[in-house]
């Protein structure tokens, strides 16, 4: 990875300014011109090292209802009841984990009743129990990825 | 304790925050003016009012931050461990501020236990560039909740099934992001 990228994902993980000429003053701030910079971030994503550059909303502040959901489900109907869940639009990310607790899911919704009747239906589609955990508290951070020099 | 998120007062966002949201949930323009570049395209004028609804929008969190959003793989932090703490109700909370202060824990949430199969009431997730590494920092989080910790497990993921960004689509949607 070149120094230039390195630079932007340790210092552009938030912070990027509002004013008229943002990257510019970034640029200002790292060392680089703004163009530079501006080449830099698109590189970034094209390379894949970042999904995406902009405003990381926060869900509940926009009226959502979120949980964490976990389920036990027997090897050898992991990939169908997979495909079952995933077909919920309402399930944005799921994860295979290694636990008896194997299949663990975030799932968003318009508000909690909506939230309670997806989890009812992916009980009643695949005949497994959901654990709910939502959360009671966070701890939140920043996230602070650093890039080593090499 | 209410069934799911502790959603408190809403903050009062208008017909334009919500259009702004759209324009913005998947990313910034990269030209050398993004803010007047989203202005001009939502019919706004100059760039003051989306600087302005953005401000409001951070300072009262409805944005977390502006930046980028590093993909963790892609870098080479290629384990992720969830780790669960069995700690006990009354100090739950003290050493959850701790130990979502450190760099290397991603998000750390306290979420109910389902007892008896599960007594874990913090989750703590660690990215590492190996397991080893998810390894050192989960010992390092043990050091720090020392006897506090009644039990504990670390949950590695072994596939991605599913990673959507939700959207908002329509005005009125109560839908989004990641």
Known sequence: MKPLQRDLINNLQGGFPICDRPFQELATRLGYDEETVIKGVKDLITDGYVSRFGPLYNTEKLGGAVTLAAMKVPAERFD??????????????????????????VILAENEN???????????TTGITVLNFPKEKEFFLELRLEVPEE | MK????????????????????????????????????????????????KQRLQRLLDI?????????????????????????????????????????LDFVSHCYRRPRHLPEWPFNLFAMVHGTSRETVETHVKDIHALLGQNVRNHRILYSSRILKKTGLRWRKSGDKKCCD
Do not use: C
């Not at chain 1, 169908?80 to 899911?105: C, G, I, K, P, S």
């Not at chain 2, 502790?6 to 803010?35: C, F, K, M």
């Open chain 1, 114 to 124: 909506a939230l309670l009747k997806v989890i009812d239906q992916i009980e009643a």
């Open chain 2, 3 to 50: 069934p799911f998120t502790d959603i408190i007062d809403l903050p009062v966002l208008d017909e334009i925050d919500h259009a702004l949201i759209r324009a913005t949930q998947t990313g910034l323009p990269l030209s050398s003016t993004p803010y007047g570049d989203i202005a001009l395209g939502m019919g706004l004028g100059g760039p003051d009012a989306v």
């Open chain 1, 80 to 105: 169908q009841v997979a495909e079952q869940v995933n077909a919920f639009e309402e399930v944005a990310h799921n994860y295979e984990r290694e636990d008896t607790l194997n299949m663990w899911f």
């Open chain 2, 61 to 101: 969190g409805v944005i977390r931050r502006i930046g980028i959003i590093p993909n963790h793989y892609r870098l080479g932090y290629h384990a992720n461990g969830m780790s669960v703490w069995d700690i006990p109700d009354d100090v739950v909370d003290t050493m959850g501020e701790m130990i979502g202060a």
